[in-house]
């Protein structure tokens, strides 16, 4: 099955997680909040899947661009 990295468009800090290894997910759906300047963005799939692997934990400083996710499509 091929593999989707879901990854931020904003450097910050991870505040909340919306799914579980294992989840389904539709295309859009969010996965995660990141914190940047006093506001929380969310994290959105680019694919319909399963989550395979969550690559960050609540409290995470993560930079712009990084995988935060991998969906299995």
Known sequence: MPEIKVVTDVAGRVCAL?????SSIGSGDEIAFVEAMKMEIPVTSTAAGKIKSILVRIDDVIAEGQAIAIVET
């Open 18 to 22: 919306s799914v579980e290894t294992g």
